[in-house]
Each structure stands twice: as C-alpha cells, then as structure tokens.
C-alpha cells in the first residue's frame, strides 16, 4: 500500500513515553496510550507485509466499538508483544481470541509500571471474567527500572487513589503524543540525515521506529543476536521488590472488580535456555516466577508450557531471528493460554 498517496492521516506508533524522557511538572499528563482514531503504521519483521491498525478512540488496538458495550472475556494488558507487533490483525493476540470471544485490549508500549497505570486509568467500569497480564523477559524489568524514575509514573505505587483522569483527556493525549513524536523524527532526521516529510500531526510518509533495539539495527545494520546479548548482560533484577509490589497492587485491583489476573510469561528469542549460556537468563526467568508465586496469581508460563517442549522454538520467530513473535508463535500461545485457563476452573 502506497501511505503517502493514499488521502488518509497516518501515524507511526512511537509512544510519547519515547521522548519524553522525564516529566516532573505536575500539571502536565503522561500519555499512556497511542493518537486516537488514527491509520498507524506498527512494524515489519517478517519481511512480507508492514503491520497496520486503525486506533480506537483511545488510541488503543482495538475496533472503536468495543467501547460502546463495557462487558469482556479478556482484558489484555502488555506491551509490544500483547498489542499485536508486526504480524496482521487476524493472527495477534487479540484477534485470535476475537474469533469467539470478547477482548478490549489495553496494551500499548510500557514496562510494568505503565502497564498497571493504564489498567488503574481505563479498568474502571468494565466487566470481565479474565485480566491477561503479559510480561515480556525481553524488556519488562529494563523499562520498570526507568519508569521508576519517573515521578508521574511513581505515583500510581505511592498513592492507591492517583490518577491523572487520562480517558476524560484524549485530546491532550494525541496532542502531546503528536508534538512527541514530530518532535522525535525530527530529532533523528538531523542525527542520522534521514528523510522524512512532515506535515504538522499529519504523518503522511514514516518510518516505524520501534525500540532502541530495532533503531540501532535499522542505522547501523547491527546484528540483532548480538544486541540481544549485550541487553542481556545489563538485564535488572535490582526492581523485583517494585515489580511484585505493583503486580500485588493490580491482582487487588483486578480482584475487586470480580475478575481474575492472570500472570503469563513470554520468553524471548530463542524460546529456551541453555544452563550453561543462558545462566543470566535463567536466573532472572525463575526469580519473577518465583515472585509471583508469592502472590497466589495464577502463572501460564510460556516457557514451559510451550516453548520449552517445542521441537523448533526458533520456528516461531520472524526469520528464525530475535523478534516478536510469528503468527505461529502467537497462535500456540493463544492455544495454550486458554487450554491452561480452562485447566484452572476445572
């Protein structure tokens, strides 16, 4: 499709989060979601298609009624991975469970603290059986430990009763967002010389941008294995107090609203540990199960009950490389979480 004839406003999905580094002034918001009501351009990894989604009036990945009729089978809250990275509509986390259910998605790109922010801004007033939390082992506790410096962020665990009333504030939201993200392109269209036509909030031709991991790649060709590694050497478990203390905080949020959270872990690439490379890996991996343990939340873990017993976990990678997960990926995991939920009321 060519986005830059097409007649429609485009968007790419940067979050504001990205560049704005650190918000300290009271009176400003801290967007927590995407430009409402918006074509946006997500990603491409596999090298076939470019990911699209029309947001809702949130700024979420969902079709804009969902929120005429507030009452789910799932609530899905995540980042990245749970938003629908890089593979069409129909085969993401949500659209496959849309086949025969009903889902709201509340996932968009932040570590834990975000993640339990968005839910304490826009769970309220919905009905659901199901609250699916998604931690990613590729980037969770490494965002945890810069939204922990964040003083808007901090909030939403110092104070029960916070909030910044975001769904009665989309208008400032996409204006922010917009500013951020106009602001941001232009940034690394002077750092690196790329081009990039820009008509004010109207993004006709983008490039997606999404992570340091895929930036740094993209610029300079580097080898995302390699990258993954070096990420892995500088892997956090300093925040696991923080981390099962905001996880406590959202399973009494989610328990009183007469619905159940669930836990499920999402391993990176390859999938697997070997026990004599991966011993970082393997470490933090049992540390946050262990954790969540403690609280009595129900655990789908990805790496053992999928991953782990797959005879070609790299197959369900984009290329067989480090990623999102493929539509083979996605379609086990959403197999396999709703054979252990099932297992659970059984």
Request: net charge neutral.
């Amino acid at each position: 499709m060519d986005y830059k004839n097409s007649g429609k406003d485009v968007v790419v999905t940067i979050p504001a989060s990205t560049f704005i580094s650190k918000i300290n002034n009271e009176d400003e918001i801290y967007p927590l979601s995407g430009i409402s009501n918006k074509l946006t351009i997500h990603c491409n990894e596999s090298g076939k298609h470019v990911r699209t989604y029309k947001s809702d009036r949130y700024g979420f990945n969902n079709p804009d009624e969902v929120w005429n009729k507030l009452d789910f089978d799932f609530v899905l809250i995540g980042d990245s991975f749970a938003r629908g990275a890089c593979v069409h509509e129909k085969d993401t986390i949500a659209g496959l469970l849309r086949r025969k259910n009903k889902v709201l998605n509340l996932s968009y790109v932040a570590g834990p603290l975000g993640e339990y922010a968005t839910l304490r801004e826009y769970f309220k007033n919905i009905k659901t059986k199901n609250v699916l939390w998604f931690y990613t082992e590729m980037s969770d506790l490494d965002d945890l430990q810069s939204e922990l410096s964040n003083k808007i962020l901090v909030n939403y665990l110092e104070d029960i009763n916070f909030t910044q009333n975001l769904i009665n504030k989309q208008k400032e939201i996409d204006f922010i967002a917009s500013n951020a993200l106009l602001q941001g392109l232009k940034k690394y269209q002077r750092k690196y010389n790329v081009l990039f036509n820009f008509d004010e909030f109207n993004f006709k031709s983008v490039l997606f941008l999404k992570s340091i991991r895929h930036r740094l790649s993209w610029m300079f060709k580097i080898n995302l294995e390699e990258i993954n590694l070096i990420s892995l050497k500088e892997n956090k478990l300093d925040y696991i107090d923080e981390f099962s203390e905001l996880l406590v905080q959202a399973n009494n949020l989610v328990t009183k609203n007469n619905s159940k959270l669930y836990f499920i872990y999402l391993p990176e690439y390859p999938g697997i540990y070997d026990s004599t490379t991966d011993k970082q890996r393997l470490q933090n991996y049992e540390k946050v199960i262990n954790s969540v343990k403690k609280f009595d939340i129900p655990i789908i873990d990805l790496y053992k009950d999928l991953f782990n017993d797959h005879p070609d976990p790299k197959s369900l990678f984009p290329g067989r490389r480090f990623g999102h997960y493929n539509e083979e990926g996605y379609r086990l995991l959403v197999e396999t979480v709703l054979k252990k939920i099932r297992e659970d009321f059984d």
